[in-house]
Every structure is written in structure tokens, then in C-alpha cells.
């Protein structure tokens, strides 16, 4: 049952798991917001952690950064652990004017710039989208939390510093409210073996305004709005 990144047991994971980027992310909003909960994980340092929210049981793990990265935990989450729905909760660069920072995307689907539905050698273009249940709970939530979100397309890209530094107003243009580095490979493998999955992001740096960044703290311990909603409808 365990596999080369992933020490858990056989009904160590929950049905629903939350993937930050960042283990410590997950680390945070573990001994924050669980109960009973204990560490399932601490393969190369990717923290996974199972307790109850509200007496759901529910696991939360990091995913690492990029596409490589998640497709591995998450194939391995829904292929050995059972694993039946992951709610990505991440961090995003604004690609619109008035989606500014703090402000939280829950993404519709996932655009890329990497090849990584090659592998499934459709003949075209594979179009990544998150669950529509998973979204409509997600919506529902915000709505009720009173929290400012907005619902759209993503761009998860393989490149966090590009060469060419105006690549993203290509995809500003196409109405893209963020960029991120993961939810394609997510939202991919999640159709590929009929699981669910759905990304909420909270935005920490804007490419189109001056607006300041949020600091690697605050990325790890105030993008509580996100959280919680996630938390809610796992
Ligand atoms: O905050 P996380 O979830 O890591 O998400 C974003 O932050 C990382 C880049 O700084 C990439 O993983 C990107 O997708
Ligand atoms: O600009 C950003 C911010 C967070 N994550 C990214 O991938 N890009």
C-alpha cells in the first residue's frame, strides 16, 4: 500500500483531500482547524495529515509545485488510497485588474503550457475542468461566507519565472483570472481515473497591477477564507 512518496497505511486518507502546494500549508490548517488529527505522511517532507472537521474526517496534504509534482501525489491518492475527491487550495498570481489581492478564484478549468495530456494521445485538445458538484458547493459557500471570489479559467503553467515576461497577457486577454502551476495535471488525472476535483485559490501578487505581494507567512497562515470553504464542502 505505501508507495515511493507516500507512507500511509491502507484507510489512512479520508474520501476528500486538501492539496496546498506547500506542506506547511497543510501543517497550519491541520492543527488549526482538525481534530483528533494525525500525521499520515512524512515522505520527503510532504506533510499528509487525517482528522475531523466537524465530525467529517477529512486529509490534507501538500502537493508540492508544479505539475510533476501533484500528478504523482494525486494519482496515488485516488489509485492506492481511495481517494475520491481533492480540492486543491493554492496560491495565484492576479492576471485581471479587478481581481486583486486576498481576493479567492475558484476555478472553472484549467488551461497549460505544458504537455501534459500528451499522454493520453486524444486526437485534440483535452479542455481540464473541475467537478461541477465540487464548484457549485464551493460557489454556495462563498456566497454564504459572504467572501469575495471569483469563478473562471486558470492557467497552470510549468514556468514560475518566463522568459519571455509578457507571455501571461496572452492569456489575460483570453479572459484568464490567474496563474498557478498545478490544476491542469489535477483537473487531468481526475478524468482520467473518474474522480473528482475542484481548485480554490486565494491570490497572493498581482502581473497587471501594483498592488504589494503577500509575504511566504501569509501565504502559509491568513489565506483562511479558502481554507474554510474547502474545509466546509469536503
Ligand atoms: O501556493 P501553492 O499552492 O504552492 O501554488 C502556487 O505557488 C507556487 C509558486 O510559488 C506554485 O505551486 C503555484 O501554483
Ligand atoms: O504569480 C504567481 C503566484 C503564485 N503562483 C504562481 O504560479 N504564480
Known sequence: MPTPHNEAKKGDFAKTVLMPGDPLRAKFLAENYLEDVRQVNGVRGMLGYTGTYKGKEVSIMGSG??????????YELYTNYGVENIIRIGSAGSLQKDVHIRDVIIAQGACTDSAWAHQYELPGTFSAISSYDLLEAAVKEAKEKNIKYHVGNVIASDLFYHADGEAAMSWCKMGVLAVEMESYALFSTAAYLGKKALTLLTISDSLVSDEPETTA???EKTFTAMMEVALEIA
Do not use: K
Open 65 to 74: 509545485m508544479g505539475m510533476p509534482s501533484i500528478g504523482i501525489y494525486s
Open 217 to 219: 507567512e501569509e501565504r
